[in-house]
């Protein structure tokens, strides 16, 4: 669904991913992991088109998009759900994702935004509750829900969220969690990026190691989860340590 | 059947997005990892960086048995041992051993890549693979048996050695699938009648044999005498082990398992490509491998790229069955003779038996080469005349395939070596 060939991109001088090459395929949950600065939120950028990369190709269902600007590439069927959620806070909730219905606006399918709200609701039964409260009066947890909720309104065949679980506790970040499964089992594929390795495997089917804007492994989110580096780094475990037990 | 469909018949485009992906991450870990490497890309002048294609491969420097040695032991791996779950050793055929090692992961795919070679062979669940590879730092018996599990089929790691209690295990235990070595395979055979064995008191379908090359001829003779579907597999401890191919069961040569190895085939000279179909030496990159990544080995082993598809819907392409070794390629007079252009020879020829030595010396500065060749005993205790028509025609059928005279001598049924393990068949007595 996704294909990305040696991209290069980062901000004025400064280079942050040196020849990215990755896949999603279509129905996969694939994670990337990596430290901050590694250039996660840089690739989700550089793919949704607020990034312009400097070299390299990317393919989206088999069509180039890296000089798309980013409502085009939205509206062939790729979003984001943003770092920090982004949400329009003065807004009301249904408002905000009204908004995410643009391209359905545009391609003059007004009628049928009303029955994407109802089914919006139906994943998330909580933000019909809160429909029309501010968006800024929400929980972390609720937020989240409503950035996705905005990016599902564009009815994307591919989903990109940058650290969804950013900021959440334990149990609303495992609400979440079950949330991208959902999407995936309902046909959505699923691109995450993720500073919780160990929850981002745990859902997904693949996964890269991003490293200093290199990606250093790529394997089965299994096999990532029994990597030593992979568990020395970014799942927290300190294996010298616990060899001295 | 396939072991892991999705990957076993995976689009070529896609396959090569993911070796690109795999590839790429390889060269970013083998340079920060393992100080050889570095050096060599340094000295190079090569950044992982300005690699963005399959295509700029030969930019990359050959790895050699060579730079094994000078990095033995550990010298090569590219994760600290504490992550080294398994350690094997080359089996040492030509010169000093190599070592290498596996993590917890690499062994999980070692094994997936051989149950994808044992699946392709016919083998199932419901089957009882006795392995008759040697268990130990060679990498044939471990690597069978970890595949065999995998599958979850009865696996009895009888190991190498003991014939007859090798049959009888067959017997009672009613063994299904045979692995081993394909002159091991024959040694069986070959017992069993002897012994007085009907096939029919077996219970064999399949064998897995590879470790040393053999011929068509061979295969066939195996097959007829244990009355089962015999196929080859390939692969190298540097490598994995087995597992890098396999054959299916159409036997038009052996699939490649090109999602975790990037494969060329190079002229030993040159070592340039090869035009597609010819053969040369075979030159492999892993993609996946954890502790002993390897960039552009040079496996000294020849084959050649098969064109075509194969009808069992795998997509690995297809490569034929190694024809020897570089360094087991004689230079006779002058001229390149591989060991198996002459098993192929004997094979085809009535009333020969499939075992048989090549005897090189030097006199006055020139070599003669005489093969021994074991006669069928009806032949032998016969009559001379058929005897020497029959030396007659292998010395001729010999000096159009190899294109050099040799000397052929016949001699009686069990006079020359057998061997349970890799197959030594060659004795240069020149002193070069």
Known sequence: MLRIRNVESGYGRLKVLRKVTMHVGTGEIVTIIGANGAGKTTLLRTVSGLLRARSGEILFEMREIGKLPPEKIVFLGCSLVPEGRQLFAPMTVRENILLGAFPQFRRKQGEAVRDDIERIYGIFPLLREREHQLAGTLSGGEQQMLAIARALMARPRLVMMDEPSMGLAPLVMKDIFSIVTRLRDEGNTVLLVEQNARAALGIADRGYVLDTGRIILEGTAENLLSNRDVQRAYLGRDLDAEGRM | ?432
């Open chain 2, 1 to 432: 059947m396939y072991w892991e469909p999705v990957q076993e018949r995976m689009d070529r485009e896609e396959l090569a997005q993911l070796q690109l992906e795999r590839l790429e991450s390889t060269l970013n870990r083998v340079y920060r990892n393992v100080p050889f490497y570095r050096r060599k890309f340094d000295e190079l002048g090569i950044s992982t960086e300005d690699f963005g294609s399959l295509d700029d491969l030969p930019r990359l420097p050959f790895t050699t048995k060579e730079d094994l040695r000078q990095n033995y032991p550990y010298g090569l791996f590219a994760v600290p041992m504490r992550e080294v779950v398994r350690i094997h050793a080359s089996s040492g055929t030509t010169g000093t051993s190599t070592v290498v090692g596996y993590t917890l992961n690499d062994i999980k795919t070692w094994s997936n890549l051989v149950a994808r070679v044992l699946t392709a062979g016919g083998v199932t669940k419901d089957d009882v693979v006795q392995i008759s590879f040697g268990y130990g730092l060679f990498t044939g018996g471990f690597g069978l048996h970890y595949g065999a599990e995998r599958i979850g089929a009865s696996v009895i790691p009888a190991s190498s050695g003991n014939t007859a209690r090798q049959i009888k295990i067959m017997m009672d235990f009613k063994t299904t699938a045979l692995v081993g070595t394909p002159s091991y395979a024959m040694l069986v055979a070959e017992t069993i009648q002897e012994m007085g064995i009907p096939v029919s008191a077996l219970s064999l379908k399949y064998g897995l044999f590879g470790a040393e090359p053999w011929s068509e001829g061979m295969r066939q003779e195996i097959q007829d005498k244990l009355g089962i579907v015999a196929t080859d597999n390939y692969g190298l401890s540097e490598i994995l082990g087995p597992g890098v191919s396999g054959e299916c069961q159409e036997r038009r040569g052996l699939h490649i398992n090109e999602d975790h190895f990037l494969v060329e085939v190079i002229h030993p000279e040159t070592l340039t490509p090869v035009a597609a179909g010819q053969a040369g030496e075979l030159v492999i990159t892993t993609l996946t491998k954890e502790a002993f990544p390897m960039i552009r080995y040079r496996t000294r082993d020849l084959t050649s790229f098969l064109p075509g598809d194969c009808p069992c819907g795998r997509t690995g392409r297809l490569m034929s069955r190694v024809a020897g070794r570089t360094d087991d390629m004689l230079i006779i007079k002058g001229v390149n003779v591989f060991p198996s252009q002459i098993e192929s020879v004997l094979f085809e020829i009535e009333g020969t038996e499939p075992h048989y030595q090549i005897v090189i010396d030097r006199k006055r500065a020139m070599d003669e080469v005489t093969v021994l060749v074991e006669a069928a005993e009806s032949i032998f205790f016969d009559q001379m005349r058929r005897q020497s028509g029959m030396v007659e025609t292998i010395r001729k059928r010999l000096a159009h395939e190899l294109g050099i005279s040799v000397d052929v001598k016949l001699v009686e049924k069990k006079t020359l070596q057998r061997f349970e393990g890799k197959a030594k068949r060659v004795i240069d007595n020149r002193k070069l």
